[in-house]
Structures are given as structure tokens and as C-alpha cells.
């Protein structure tokens, strides 16, 4: 899967060594960064929108950001931070994952969780769960915001 260009960036708290979003797609990604595989910034009208699948379309609360080991072996994700072109100001998002281990080809999914819960297993910024069989085996956290203001930067 290609890289999704858009205003979320992937990388090690304090910046060093991450990999950002907007970089070229067909490069390589260096062993053992992660990969933004997709993005949903701008959930669709309906049931459709639905993507945490807890029965309710929430324009913040259903965007997600899924990240994926691209490599033949495991990688830790532990320290990497997830935020928006807004972050570090007032309506920037942030979230930071916890310990975890992605065996190769294993993904994780990051709601924004505004006004939404998670159908299955899910974590958050301080622990993982396990993968979640509702959402094909990824791993599955919650960002735990509370503000409408700190949705994904649509641009």
C-alpha cells in the first residue's frame, strides 16, 4: 500500500529519526520505522462514516490514522508520536503509542475518539490491549479526545 499524503506526521518523541507523511511514497521506508498506510481525515455522511463501527457516524471522533510494518521482521512502535499540522497549539492532535511490538505486516489503527467508542478490544496512549478481530487483527486505540476543537487538520 502506498503512503496517504496529508497533514498527520509519524515520528520519535523529540523528532528524531521519524518518518513524516508527506515524503515519497515509493521510497523505502528505513528498517524499523513504521508506515502511515491510510488516513481517514474526513469521515463520509452516514453509516458509511462509521469507521470505529460503534453505531455512530462522529465527524471527529471517526477519523483514524493506520500505521503498518512494511519490514520482513518485528518493530517497536513504543515512543512514536502521532499529531496534525495544528500540534502543539491548542487544537493540535497528539498521541503517543504506547509499548508495542508490530510483527511484520501487523497494523495499527489511532481513532481520534471524540464523542465515540470502539467496537472490539482497544488501548490507548498508556497501554495495548490486543488485536482486535473486528477490525482485522490490528491493534486498535483510542486517542481519548475530549475536544471538538482537536479534530484531524483537514488539508
Not at 4 to 22: K, M, P
Not at 31 to 54: C, N, W, Y
Request: glycine letters at 14%; aromatic letters at 10%; hydrophobic letters at 40%.
Amino acid at each position: 500500500m502506498a503512503a496517504v499524503v496529508c497533514s498527520v506526521a509519524l515520528g520519535l518523541a523529540g523528532g528524531a529519526g521519524g518518518q513524516a507523511a508527506n515524503e515519497n511514497a515509493a521510497a523505502p521506508i528505513p528498517f524499523p520505522h513504521p508506515m502511515i498506510t491510510e488516513v481517514l481525515f474526513d469521515p463520509p455522511k452516514g453509516q458509511a462514516g462509521d469507521a470505529s463501527r460503534d453505531g455512530t457516524r462522529e465527524a471527529i471522533g471517526d477519523e483514524f490514522v493506520e500505521v503498518s510494518n512494511p519490514h520482513d521482521r518485528p518493530i517497536t512502535i513504543g515512543g512514536y508520536v502521532l499529531t496534525d499540522r495544528n500540534y502543539p497549539g491548542p487544537s493540535g492532535f497528539v498521541f503517543r503509542f504506547p509499548p508495542l511490538r508490530l510483527r511484520p505486516g501487523e497494523t495499527a489503527l489511532v481513532f481520534n475518539g471524540l464523542k465515540g467508542s470502539i467496537a472490539g478490544n482497544f488501548g490507548n496512549s498508556s497501554r495495548a490491549s490486543s488485536p482486535s478481530e473486528v477490525f482485522g487483527d490490528a491493534w486498535v486505540f483510542h486517542a481519548a479526545n475530549e475536544k471538538r476543537s482537536i479534530g484531524f487538520a483537514n488539508g
